[in-house]
């Protein structure tokens, strides 16, 4: 299992929480994310993750990965 953290400092609600969450959740492979609001961090488990798939789902969420 590999594991990919961003910083996305737009992220400041639940809505936010649950926008991203979606999206990556929505990606084949992963298997897991955790978003923490406190320090705009957000990880992301799964098997074969591509950065660049999981970087365009944040964005779909309308938010943008550091």
């Known amino acids: ?14 809505h936010c929480e649950h926008a991203v ?5 929505a ?3 992963v298997e897991d994310v955790n978003v ?3 320090t705009k961090l957000v990880v992301v488990r799964g098997a074969a993750l ?5 970087r365009a ?7 943008e990965a550091a």
């Open 1 to 14: 299992m590999t594991e990919i953290t961003y910083t996305v400092p737009g992220m400041s609600c639940g």
């Open 21 to 25: 969450s979606s999206e990556l959740l």
């Open 27 to 29: 990606i084949e492979g």
């Open 36 to 38: 923490d609001l406190d």
């Open 50 to 54: 591509d950065d660049t798939r999981l």
């Open 57 to 63: 789902a944040i964005g779909e969420a309308g938010y």
